[in-house]
């Protein structure tokens, strides 16, 4: 699943079914979220977001982050 960030749509599922939502803020692991709708919804569970709909926006120049691998039990780094 995609990493959920503040301003992203994310389809969710409620007690009232399925809604768009935009993401407002992370606290204590839920979700801020403003319904499309305009109802009111209370912090939201990861584990009910269905969809997560990120901005595509125009390519940029610089290169893509990825993120820094760090050393395991199951996995070596070879650095050469």
Do not use: N, W
């Amino acid at each position: 699943m995609a990493e959920i960030e503040v301003g992203d749509v994310v389809l969710a599922m409620g007690a009232t079914g399925r809604f768009h939502a935009v993401v407002s803020g992370v606290r204590l692991g839920r979700l801020a979220v403003e319904r499309c709708d305009g109802r009111p919804s209370g912090p939201l569970s990861p584990r009910d977001v269905v969809t997560v709909y990120k901005a595509a926006g125009a390519p940029s120049a610089e290169p893509p982050r990825v993120r820094q691998l760090r050393p395991s039990g199951q996995l070596r780094l070879d650095l050469e």
